[in-house]
């Protein structure tokens, strides 16, 4: 007999195993709302995913995993933070598990690729994580894709003129790493600096994975007044140490992921340098308004295991899901025709959160409060986020007028640029 | 020009520590055919281990120890339970390899998290020291240049001037006939494993002192260690020694010169060296 | 017959084989020392001499596997000194290995088809062999020559030691041989086996000339009309085998370290 | 040198028609019917084409012995070709329509699956593991560092099957009919190669290459040759890959996936055609409902862990376990109903 018939039973077998579970798993439960929510639970953004994960159910248990009645079913799927992976998993939430809301996903290229998956699903509407890259909404928009957290363009509102004005920084150079989501932040800063007057002489575009910073440092030129750093945590941990080992000295402006806990946690000596370093951001840890205090004290009770205080991606998941909740609530979660009622409520909603109100525009893109930051001491010697200004209501295209800011084209290494 | 001698400095120094991952990776190959590819893994590990061992004791210079000691065990664990039982069969145990990094680098994951973790080295290995054209260059790199150095010297005079040595060297160039002679040949493997894995523990922390040690630098560090063997040539530390040089520059004069393309030059020169000469600059052919 | 008989047909025949001052080195070693070798077409000749006399080498010469350090070797007329293996064995030279250099996981039929197909002109193709094909046939013919038609489609690594000594010369026969050179065919096998490879060797056409090496004493003189021996690196004698069997320095340096 | 040296002992004398086979076929074809959209694409489909790519590695491993990591490599550069070629939404490429972009994406990466080939066929063994795995990061880099030909870390959207008869290809039931077809070509192909003249010199080369040579083959074309079917293969699969996931970026082609087809051939078994199949199926059934069972992040370690336990007791994979259980599941009466 011949070897290939001999396995022809092996694959049988397994084949109509997936056919019996295939049949019941299509027979689904049909009370209550099935919820999904898409994070970055595997791979090296694994932290920052279960902090996600921890704002989306942070939002239902304040709701007691209710909406008008119903019981909210939250189905998770997890992402390695490559869009094929996000795909994958959208697709079993929404063709196998069948959700009807997707809340998700994390990072900015893994937002790009479920709103072009989102246009394949009408039936179901999507809500963003905290992917903050500019298309996701502005270009080629989903119909039932909704992002109520800003973009990273949205995130440095201020900063620019801050810069420029109060610090009176007008030659500076940007470092950043070499893909989209730091594009979209140079661009934010640059565009209020630029505007003023001010100029960016030379952008370093680090590529990925580089952990090695020494000759990014010695390529610095000695004549400008600071430098604009786009770098995430760790990697700007690993920049300014070797920066300030190198005895570099110029001032820094940061960007949203740049001086957070992680860099100013860290222990000794790049302490005082950062002292006194500007950066704009969705949240800011310090603020002393009581919602958002009272946001952080449920969330450290609620997560003893957690972060010291909720990160952005545990705000922006809450905020999403909150959204979803709050718009539910108005129609009585009827989801009907497919989902129609729903997605209305949804555009028209002003919705109050822990940051503030926050409004979506015609490409139903959240229209929210900036948080401009300076590093300060306390008295007991830690550093933190002082809250220098609160930039209200910025709009995706940063108060330009549409039609200019879409003129400017999709950002890049080489835009927008001020030499 | 000082921009020249900067990135000089740096691609020699980053070429050191390419040269302590790669020489312990040369070394197990070398005497076993054993491409060893959770190598990475090891140097991950072993700087995990030592962070903690440098975090609890508050002695940076325990930590260096403890990764040494801590991934020349693992080595040895490695070579006893799982390769002596597949002695020759290197395909399958390059499998295995795999497997143990995948496994390793996950279970790593679920231990230390996503965080970046620093070391802090000593004081007087923090800050720059004053060097003439180039003003000032950190101290700490410097220290890791001597250090390559020394290790390297250390390896030549084991390899050259002891016993063991030369049994190991002899494995090298002829196993049959070190097998012939009656030495316990186990007893060489497991030396050199441990050696071998040992360096790329202690290079975890050396090198995450000059940069930082975070998941996936267990593949950026593996990647490295292949690019620069093949290039100097499998089995040879000499071969190691050059191989980290040429790829070290490349990568800092890249990033200097031309950042976008920088990574892709090392592998260049890997594909330009392989065609010229496949078995590496200093390999013997197969 | 008799020596100069032997000359005399020598400078007439046409040569199957001619190594003039073949010499190899390996470093500092002297592997083959200046050999001279005339072999007639159709002539069937023994090598003997102790171990690392060098017969092997002289092999490795002729075949081109690794190839003189000075010299000439010229085959029928052709000098091939510095021709790849593959060519040699286009132009009709064939060799067996000492040790088995067979292909384990593939079927007897298959080994031998290989061989028939190394020679031919197209070798590569995708498509399967068809059942007119001239190489397939060949193979099977192969396969009874040396007595293995039995197990033509069994895998290689199945087979007795004995079998694939004689799969082994079925390679060698395979496409138009028109001399073989056989490294110790007899080796480790059993006296039954031996018998049969003795009968598969004897049974060659007669076109077909060959060089054995061989320890065997018996079977070596069996199957030579003429023998050479070696040692260290250099011929020591010639002659017939009754001759060589009855010559003092042969039996001191070969025969007695045969026989204790 | 197991697995691979175990080597492909299958011999079949003739193509016959195996009963087993129509079974097997009418299953494949039957399935979409009873299975949900779900099943029928995300498992079903992307099997199939898992399977395919792995299917060019095991023709590379099992037959020639030459390990190569690079066959996503090829896979994701057909992915790019097509979507540089064809239709994306990123607002980049030539537009070409299908009938230009799609075989020109397999040709470019046929052609570059030789390339690869003449690079590393210079080496053999573990040498041809790292070379081919060094190829494969060096592209990774590449096409994420370029923006002009490969749009760097975004890369393309929007890549779609043409609606090609009336019929929308990226429907769950004829993007799986199209996958099943491509994936029985590929197979037949692989199965009748296996049986050719190329197939039985590439196993012998794999036994004794040195050998080989003596007969008078050239070993080396044979390598790079088979590199090139291997490339053309994978690059099928590629094609159908793209438009699986609409999309092609770095993140589709980074040493994860890489390993990941290693993984899957090697789980399945690198003795015969359908063990990459098995392997593919088993590894989607894991990463679809891993998250169900184990809480949540330990997916890598499950397997990781499962592909250690095969290299160390099972060297032929699946099918090797299959070959062991057999006799105790299946009663005897299946020997007789053979060719």
């Known amino acids: 007999m011949s070897i290939e018939k001999r396995t022809v039973p092996g694959v049988k077998r397994s084949l109509l195993a997936a056919a019996v579970l295939a049949v019941s798993a299509s027979a689904g439960a049909a009370d209550g709302v099935k919820m999904g929510a898409l994070a970055t639970l595997e791979g090296a953004f694994t932290v920052l995913g279960e902090d996600g994960m921890r704002g989306v159910k942070m939002a239902l248990a304040e709701r007691d995993n209710k909406a008008c009645g119903q019981e909210i079913e939250l189905i998770t799927g997890s992402s390695d933070a490559s869009p094929d992976s996000a795909i994958r998993a959208a697709r079993k939430l929404v063709e196998q598990d069948k959700v009807e809301i997707l809340i998700g996903p994390l990072s900015g290229s893994e937002g790009l690729a479920v709103k072009d998956y989102a246009k394949t699903q009408p039936q179901v509407t999507f809500l963003n994580g905290t992917s903050a890259a500019q298309d996701t909404t502005l270009r080629d928009p989903a119909d039932n894709f909704f992002r109520w957290t800003t973009d990273g363009a949205q995130w440095q509102a201020g900063l620019g003129t801050y810069a420029y004005d109060e610090k009176g920084y007008k030659t500076v150079v940007a470092i950043a790493e070499d893909y989209s989501f730091p594009y979209t932040q140079v661009m934010g800063f640059m565009l209020e600096f630029c505007e003023k007057g001010g100029k960016v002489t030379d952008k370093f575009w680090v590529p990925i994975g580089n952990k090695d910073y020494s000759t990014i440092v010695a390529s610095i030129p000695d004549d400008i007044d600071a430098i604009y750093v786009a770098l995430g945590g760790a990697d700007a941990v690993n920049f300014l140490t070797q920066y300030e080992q190198a005895g570099g000295d110029k001032p820094l402006i940061g960007g949203s992921i740049t001086v957070d806990q992680t860099v100013m946690g860290s222990k000794g000596r790049r302490k005082s340098y950062v002292v006194g370093t500007p950066s704009a951001g969705p949240i800011a840890d310090s603020w002393d308004d009581p919602k958002w205090q009272a946001f952080v004290t449920t969330y450290q009770e609620t997560y003893p295991d957690g972060l010291p205080s909720p990160s952005l991606f545990a705000h922006g998941y809450y905020v999403n899901t909150l959204a979803a909740l709050t718009a539910l609530e108005a129609v009585d979660c009827d989801l009907s025709d497919d989902q129609a009622k729903f997605r209305a409520a949804m555009s028209s909603l002003e919705l109050e959160t822990p940051t503030g109100m926050v409004t979506l525009d015609a490409n139903r893109q959240a229209v929210a409060d900036i948080f401009l930051t300076e590093v300060a001491e306390a008295d007991d010697g830690t550093l933190y986020n002082k809250v220098v200004k609160v930039i209200p209501q910025v709009p995706q295209t940063m108060g330009m007028d549409p039609e200019a800011f879409l003129a400017l084209g999709p950002v890049g290494r080489d835009n927008p640029e001020c030499k | 020009m000082k921009l020249f001698l900067l990135t000089l400095l740096n691609g020699l120094t980053l070429a050191a520590l390419y040269f302590l991952v790669a020489s312990g990776f040369t070394l197990v190959f070398g005497l076993m055919r054993n491409v060893n590819l959770a190598h990475g893994s090891l140097y991950l590990l072993g700087a995990y281990i030592g962070y903690d061992v440098a975090d609890f004791s508050g002695s940076w210079f325990l930590g260096v120890a403890a990764g040494f000691v801590s991934m020349a065990a693992a080595g040895l664990l490695l070579q006893v339970l799982v390769f002596r039982h597949m002695e020759g069969q290197d395909l399958r145990q390059t499998l295995v390899t795999i497997g143990i990094s995948i496994v390793l680098a996950d279970l790593m994951l679920a231990i230390w998290g996503g965080t970046t973790y620093q070391f802090e080295p000593p004081e007087w290995l923090y800050g720059a020291t004053r060097m003439p054209l180039v003003r000032a260059y950190p101290t700490y790199r410097l220290a890791l240049l001597g250090t390559a150095v020394v290790i390297g010297i250390a390896l030549w005079l084991f390899l050259n001037r002891t016993r063991v040595g030369m049994m190991i060297r002899a494995g090298v160039d002829d196993r049959e006939m070190l097998s012939a002679t009656g030495i316990n040949v186990h007893l060489v493997f497991a030396i050199t494993f441990a050696i071998g894995a040992g360096l790329a523990g202690f290079a975890g922390v050396v090198g995450g002192t000059a940069l930082s040690i975070a998941p996936g630098e267990d593949v950026r560090y593996l990647l490295a260690s292949l690019v620069v063997v093949i290039v100097g040539g499998m089995g040879s530390v000499a071969g190691a020694a050059i191989g980290a040089l040429l790829i070290g520059l490349a990568e800092q004069f890249g990033l200097a010169y031309s950042p976008t393309y920088g990574v892709v030059y090392t592998f260049l020169i890997m594909v330009l060296v392989l065609a010229v000469r496949p078995q590496g600059i200093m390999g013997k052919k197969a | 017959m008799s020596e100069s008989a032997h000359r005399i047909a020598h400078a007439n025949a046409a040569h199957a084989l001619i190594l003039e001052g073949v010499s190899r080195h390996f470093g500092a070693l002297v592997a083959l020392d200046a050999i001279d070798l005339r072999i007639r077409a159709g002539e069937r000749r023994a090598v003997l001499g102790a171990n690392g006399a060098g017969k092997t080498t002289l092999f490795n010469c002729i075949t081109g596997d690794f190839p003189p350090t000075s010299g000439r070797i010229l085959f029928y007329g052709e000098e091939i000194t510095r021709f790849a293996p593959h060519e040699r064995i286009r132009r009709g030279l064939r060799r067996t290995y000492q040790n088995s250099l067979l292909f384990p996981s593939l079927s007897v039929l298959d080994n031998l088809y290989l061989a028939a197909r190394g020679v031919t002109r197209r070798r590569l193709s995708l498509l399967r062999p068809g059942p007119e094909d001239a190489a397939q046939e060949s193979a099977r013919e192969l396969a009874h020559l040396v007595h293995l038609d039995h197990l033509a489609d069994q895998p290689v690594s199945e087979l007795a030691h004995g079998q694939q000594r004689q799969l082994e010369i079925g390679m060698a026969l395979a496409g138009a041989p028109r001399f073989i050179l056989f490294d110790e065919p007899a080796a480790g096998l059993s006296p039954a086996e031996r018998r049969e490879l003795v009968a598969i060797v004897e049974a060659l056409p007669k076109h077909i000339g060959y060089i054995i090496i061989e320890h065997d004493l018996d079977v070596a003189l069996r199957l030579a009309d003429y023998v050479t021996v070696m040692n260290n690196g250099a011929l020591l004698k010639e002659g017939t085998p009754e001759e060589i069997q009855s010559d003092p320095d042969v039996q001191r340096i070969y025969l007695g370290e045969q026989h204790g | ?339």
């Open chain 4, 1 to 339: 040198m197991n697995p691979v040296r175990a080597g492909v002992q299958g011999k079949t004398t003739a193509v016959g028609v195996y009963p087993g086979y129509a079974v097997l076929l009418i299953l494949l074809l039957a399935y979409p019917w009873v299975a949900s959209g779900f099943w029928t694409v995300q498992v079903g489909a992307y099997s199939l084409i898992l399977g395919i790519i792995s299917l060019s590695l095991m023709f590379l491993a099992g037959y020639g012995g030459v390990v190569s990591l690079a066959q996503l490599t090829i896979a994701g550069c057909a992915g790019y070709m097509l979507a540089i070629h064809g239709v994306n939404s990123a607002g980049l490429g030539l537009g070409w329509p299908w009938w230009a972009a799609v075989p020109m994406a397999i040709v470019i990466a046929t052609l570059m699956a030789t390339l690869i080939g003449l690079i590393s066929v210079r080496t053999e063994g573990i040498y041809t593991i790292m070379i081919t795995l060094a190829i494969a990061v060096a592209f990774f880099y590449f096409t994420r560092q370029n923006y002009t030909v490969f749009n760097g870390f975004t890369g393309f959207a929007g890549v779609e099957p043409p609606p090609l008869f009336g019929i929308n290809w990226r429907d769950a039931m004829p993007f799986y009919y199209l996958c099943l077809t491509v994936a029985v070509l590929c197979y037949s192909l692989v199965l009748y190669l296996g049986r050719s003249n190329f197939g039985i010199a590439m196993q012998a080369i794999r036994d004794n290459p040195r050998r080989m040579s003596t007969l008078g083959f050239s070993v080396n074309t044979h390598r790079v040759l088979a590199y090139t079917i291997a490339g053309f293969v994978a690059a099928l699969g590629g094609v159908l890959s793209v438009w699986f996931n609409g999309r092609i970026s770095p993140g589709s082609i980074s040493t994860g996936p890489v390993i990941d087809i290693l993984i899957i051939a090697v789980v399945g078994g690198l003795s015969r055609p359908i063990g990459p199949f098995l392997g593919a199926l088993v590894f989607v059934l894991l990463e679809n409902f891993a998250i169900d069972l184990i809480d949540r992040d330990r997916f890598n370690t499950v397997i990781g862990v499962a592909f250690l336990a095969m290299v160390l007791f099972s060297p032929d994979g699946l099918l090797g376990l299959w070959e062991k259980l057999k006799p105790r599941l299946v009663p005897r009466r299946e020997g007789s109903a053979g060719t």
